[in-house]
């Protein structure tokens, strides 16, 4: 009876999430859904949580900073767990509740300083009910870097989150390494001792230069270059 409703409306409420994820790592609450995925129980996964205020009117930089690594957190976990398939205590949902999508939520906590950073355990029905306030964490890990960040998630939660680089900028590091070698071979051919000194070449510096370039762009911009 009780239980087998109890697990349905659970499944039913991680498909729900699943579902929304597919829109993108981290999901928006407002007054209207915000009990159902963040108070209600059972909850059977980590609720990291954020209340906001990023648009542009405010004037919050580190509301821009947070939400980016935030969100940036978001996508690794996903790209490494499912949580349709991961047990309760590896399942972390992300959650921002931005000030303008949630004003009666921001008065009920009373809320006057952004941004605010909560991460909630999973609770069952017969868990003690504690006060979202309780669950707040220092939220400056979210403002520095993605790995303070990352770590910040991984503390609260036990779940680990890696950090994966892209093997774009390697590859490319290692062709570019190939080239100035073939270079270097090819003018050892005529003139070994010139060669030993064609660091000196200004060619070879224009190469590194327009090359160190195209990395910090792509980078910074977190683009793909071909």
């Known amino acids: 009876g009780e239980s087998a409703s109890t697990s349905s409306s ?3 409420k991680i498909d729900l999430l699943a579902n929304a994820l597919k829109s993108g790592p981290l999901l928006s609450l407002s ?3 915000f009990t159902k995925f963040i108070t209600d129980r059972p909850r059977e996964y980590y609720s990291v949580l954020v209340l906001t205020a990023t648009d542009p009117k405010y004037g919050c930089s580190v509301c821009s900073k947070g939400r980016a690594n935030l969100e940036e957190v978001a996508r690794l976990y996903h790209s490494q767990y499912n949580i349709s398939e991961v047990p ?3 399942r972390v949902i992300f959650f921002k509740a931005e000030v303008d999508d949630a004003r009666n939520i921001f008065g009920e906590l ?3 300083t952004v941004p605010r950073t909560y991460i909630l355990p999973p609770a069952d029905t017969k868990s003690k009910k504690i006060p979202i306030q309780e669950h707040e964490v220092e939220g400056r890990g979210f403002m520095e870097s993605l790995q303070a960040a990352v770590d910040s998630v991984n503390q609260a939660t036990g779940v680990k989150i890696q950090i994966l680089q892209d093997p774009f900028l390697f590859l490319f590091g290692i062709s570019i390494f190939a080239v100035l070698l073939a270079l ?3 003018a050892a051919v005529y003139d070994i001792f010139g060669s030993l000194l064609w660091y000196q070449t200004p060619k070879l510096w224009v190469i590194i230069s327009v090359v160190s370039t195209i990395v910090r762009f792509c980078v910074n911009a977190s683009v793909t270059c071909l």
Do not use: C, L, M, Y
């Open 10 to 12: 659970t499944a039913n």
């Open 31 to 33: 007054d209207r859904n």
């Open 88 to 90: 309760v205590d590896q």
């Open 110 to 112: 009373r809320i006057e």
């Open 184 to 186: 270097f071979v090819s």
